[in-house]
C-alpha cells in the first residue's frame, strides 16, 4: 500500500477544490443567456401580404382573418390523355376549380375561368416560367429584389416551361378585374379580390403602360379613389407604401397575342 505524503495530499485537496471551482462556473455559464450583439434583420417587403378585411399589409398572413386559401396547381400526367398536342401548361390548371374556355374578351383567345364559386382571398400560383434578365415575350413578369430593384423576369412564353396562369387575361375595366398580381417571397402570384361566380372568367390588370398596348381605354378602366389602397393593388407589396405612382412597379409585360381558340377545347 502507498501512503501519500502530507505536503502532496494537501496540493491535491488544493487540485480537487479548484477542479470543483471551474466546474461551478462552467455550469453557471451555461445557465446565463446568451447575448446576440447582431441586429436582428428586417422582414423583406415581399414577405407581406394584404389582408382584404383589414384593408392593410400584414406579415406572412392575418392572426385575425387566418392565411389565404391556397390552391396548388395539378401536376400534368407524364402522357397528354389528349389525342393532339397540347401545351404542358395547360394540364397544369387545377382542374376542380378552373378550366380553359375561349375568353369574353375579342381577340384575347383562351383564358381561364372558374369551374366552382371561388370566394375571396384565394391565392393561385406561383406564376412559372422561364427566368431572365430580358422582357422578349408577352408573357413576362417583373420579379424584385429584397432591396427593392429590378431582380428578373419570369418568361412564361414556352407553354411547356410554364403554367396555367400564363392564360389569365387583362381586365379591360376595374369591375371586371377578379385578381391581384403580388410578389411574395421572390414569386408571383395570383388572389383573388371578390367573389367569382361559376363560369366567371378570371382577369387580372397588367398596369397601366401595357394596358395602353392592349388598347384599353384607361380613362374608362380607372377605378374609384381609394380602390387600390382597397385591395392593395400592387405587384411588389409594400409599393404602395415607397412607390406609389410609379407605373413601374405595376407593370406586367405582356402585349396582347392574336391567337385562336385551342382545337381541343
Not at 470543483?20 to 453557471?28: E, F, I
Not at 392575418?62 to 395539378?74: F, R, W
Not at 389525342?83 to 374556355?101: E, Q
Not at 412607390?243 to 385551342?262: C, D, N, R, Y
Request: proline content about 8%.
Amino acid at each position: 500500500m502507498f501512503v501519500v505524503p502530507k505536503d502532496q495530499h494537501d496540493e491535491l485537496r488544493v487540485c480537487n477544490n479548484q477542479r470543483n471551482t471551474l466546474q461551478m462556473s462552467r455550469r453557471n455559464l451555461r445557465q446565463k443567456p446568451r447575448i446576440s450583439y447582431y441586429e436582428p434583420e428586417e422582414p423583406s417587403l415581399d414577405e407581406y401580404i394584404f389582408c382584404d378585411e383589414c384593408a392593410d399589409f400584414v406579415y406572412e398572413y392575418c392572426a385575425i382573418h387566418g392565411p389565404l386559401l391556397v390552391i396548388p396547381d395539378d401536376k400534368p400526367p407524364s402522357v397528354s390523355p389528349f389525342p393532339a398536342y397540347v401545351p404542358r401548361a395547360a394540364l397544369t390548371i387545377p382542374h376542380v376549380f378552373l378550366h380553359l374556355a375561349p375568353s369574353i374578351i375579342p381577340g384575347a383567345g383562351v383564358g381561364v375561368f372558374s369551374t366552382l364559386t371561388l370566394p375571396r382571398g384565394v391565392r393561385f400560383g406561383p406564376y412559372c416560367g422561364v427566368r431572365t434578365q430580358h422582357v422578349d415575350s408577352m408573357y413576362c413578369w417583373q420579379i424584385y429584389s429584397r432591396s427593392h430593384k429590378r431582380s428578373h423576369v419570369v418568361d412564361a412564353a414556352d407553354g411547356d416551361r410554364s403554367n396555367w396562369m400564363r392564360y389569365v387575361n387583362c381586365a379591360r375595366n376595374w369591375r371586371e378585374q377578379n385578381l391581384i398580381a403580388y410578389q411574395y417571397q421572390g414569386q408571383l402570384y395570383y388572389r383573388t379580390i371578390k367573389i367569382i361566380p361559376r363560369f366567371t372568367e378570371l382577369l387580372v390588370f397588367y398596369g397601366s403602360e401595357f394596358a395602353s398596348a392592349l388598347h384599353i381605354d384607361l380613362g374608362k378602366y380607372n377605378a374609384p379613389p381609394g380602390y387600390a389602397q382597397k385591395f392593395g393593388n400592387v405587384l411588389f407589396n409594400g409599393s404602395l407604401r415607397y412607390f406609389l405612382g410609379f407605373t413601374w412597379s405595376l407593370v406586367h409585360a405582356k402585349i396582347l397575342k392574336q391567337e385562336t381558340a385551342m382545337p381541343w377545347l
